[in-house]
């Protein structure tokens, strides 16, 4: 029977539940129990808890006299999971600063060092030699691709120190079957023992192409480390490296199957409710990612005793992985709320009506968390062996097996949305670059045009002052009149002045004129003007005289009023192109505004992170870095550009501050066989 025949004679029923599954990660079949095996596997468990239990207080509890404090560790152990002598050992590590130490006074101390002793024996000393890792090259990924292997494409992220190059260290050495008493450890990456100046030892982004079976290869692509000595500089060399490196991937039509996040333990990325430097420069690199992303990781956790977490980490909603896993359960309500529907129209029309489709409740979302490993890669570079040491190893096997199992299934997300986000971050930055000019070229207008009209209202007061800058003197004047026809007059030629009206005396005879008299020196004045009969005429014109009012001007203030009349034509002028640059201005910053809203709307639906600074609102998030442009950014929020629309929604869906069911579980990846 052919493969397309047999998949037909799966149910409706059974079609869904594998549509329901998460797509991360396909749980194999097994044989069906009967109830009554299940029952006696249930007994048989609970009966080794129990034994495991009985242990811990026989060798522990019972010898603490005060009741008190033997509550205070029951509580304890029940709390974080602590159920057997490996798991108190192992989370004591014989100091008095571990998780169990520190909570012991004198007496309880000793107790657990008589454990440890007991417990851990004589330690075996390794000897053991480096050898280099052997990796798939990309000749032998095309042949490989050309018998259907899969490859699986694994980005490694974290901040500097974390652990990412011990971890594909380790992982080789777990593929390679080394063992702890193997006298060979492999290196896929030479750290040089010890990289003691805070610097990542990974450079740029590398590709480790590692054979897991025949048909299967992961590609662990590996990233420097963020947030090391070199300061932010450094952090966005790191950002633009990945992001290329992630485009690259898309132009070759690649998917990544996983993003593994790799921090320590102990890193706490909250304290008080504040973000740390750590979860500041972690998130510079998970910001690139678009949303489907939450369904396609682990939280790979180094530096592990395998008994304790950082809870705060994961429950507090101001944390990275906090708001990783309400995308994660999002996106899952989403995907079971739209195939809901389709299953009940899948379920009327099965013809196997007796079967089935079991579909997760609100509260077994809640119990479905993404999840996390832990690890100790140091224990693979021991030069000690003790029971200690080989429970760390058990437990790293363990939990690379699931490691590998996980990665093995994930059918990973397609990189259109992180890309496209990724541009938006970059449209994002330039815009707000790009703004910052725009308003900054906005304050010097406003300063120029306040400064012109300043200027202004200076010239043209001066002006009003110096308006009267003229007055009115009265001045007399001669004016000549033509007489009539053989009407003459007697006139002086120095002072222009008619002496003797309708004189009918020629000018040889000037002397015989009335006006004329006779001095004792024989000499003829003018009576009226007393000049000589000699400067006098007989003419046909009339010198009159008047008296006329004469404007006259106080040149300094009519030169003051004059250019502060000009002053203010010239700016007026100028003012008016400034007030055109202003409109422009304005024109191009809502441009701006509305293709930020636009870039926003979309990091708001499709980035796994939203915004940069903590889901700050556009406005806030201008007036963060525009302090002083309060005042010009006012007038556009004033205005009927809807850019808070999208946050309110976001708002609404409580995707950061929803209360959850949400609690780590770590006893699938803590439990001794």
Known sequence: MSENQKSKQISCCQRITEIFKRPSKIIQSQPIQSQQDQQEQQVIQGNQNQNDWLMIEEQ????????????????????????????????????????????????????????????????????????????????????????????????????????????????YNHISKITLDSNLRYLVIDDNEQNREGKSVTREVNQYKIKIKDDLIFNFIDTPGLGDTEGYSRDQEIIDQISKQIKKMKDKNQIIHQVIIVSQLSTNYVVENTPTLQQLALLNVLKLFGIDMAQHYIHALTFSDFTTIHRNNFENPNSIFFVLTQRDQLLLTRNFQQLNQKSNNLL?????????????????LNENNKEFCQFQNSVYYQNLSNQISLIQFRKNT??????????????????????????????????????????QLRVRIDQLIQSN???????????????????????????????????????????????????????????????????SSGNYVCESCQHTVEKHLNENIQYIQEVIEVERFYDDMRNEHNQ?????????????????????????????????????????????????LREK????????????FENQLEKYFRESIDIFATRRLVENQQLNQQNTMFRLRTENFQRIE
């Not at 609102?617 to 002083?628: G, P, V």
């Open 60 to 171: 522990f509890l019972n010898k603490i006299s005060s009741a008190g404090r033997r509550q205070m560790f029951y509580d304890l152990f029940q709390k974080t999971g602590i159920k057997t002598i490996e798991l108190l050992i192992l989370s004591f590590k014989n100091s008095n600063t571990s998780f169990i130490g520190k909570r012991c006074i004198q007496a309880e101390l000793l107790i657990l060092r008589n454990m440890y002793e007991r417990f851990n024996q004589q330690p075996k000393e390794l000897q053991w030699t480096f050898a280099s890792a052997t990796l798939i090259s990309d000749n032998d990924i095309q042949i490989q691709q050309q018998s259907n292997a899969r490859i699986k494409n694994i980005l490694l992220v974290g901040i500097t120190g974390q652990g990412k190059t011990t971890l594909i260290n380790s992982f």
């Open 564 to 612: 502060a009349i000009t002053m203010t034509q010239k700016l007026e002028q100028i003012l008016q192109e400034q007030i055109q640059r202003e409109i422009d201005n304005d024109a191009r910053i809502i441009l701006i505004l509305d293709d930020l809203k636009n870039c926003f709307n979309y990091l708001f639906s499709s980035a796994l992170y939203k915004l940069d």
């Open 348 to 364: 009327t029309q099965s013809p196997t009506n007796s079967e089935t489709a079991v579909l997760l409740s609100n509260n077994q």
């Open 453 to 519: 009209k300043r200027k202004i209202e200076n010239y043209q007061s001066i002006a009003q002052e110096n308006q009267n800058f003229s007055y009115i003197e009265f001045e007399p004047i001669k004016r000549i009149k033509q007489c009539s026809q053989n009407i003459y007059m007697t006139n002086c030629q120095d002072c222009k002045k008619t002496c003797h009206k309708n004189c009918s005396v020629s000018n040889q005879n000037l002397i015989n004129c009335n006006m004329m008299i006779r001095l």
């Open 398 to 439: 363990e939990n690379y097996i699931k490691f590998i199992e996980k990665i093995s299934f994930s059918e990973g997300f397609q990189l259109d949305t992180t890309i496209q986000v990724i541009e938006e971050r970059i449209r994002l930055k330039n815009q707000i670059e790009i703004l910052g000019q725009e308003l």
């Open 617 to 628: 609102s556009l406005k806030d998030f201008l007036y963060k870095y525009f302090k002083s």
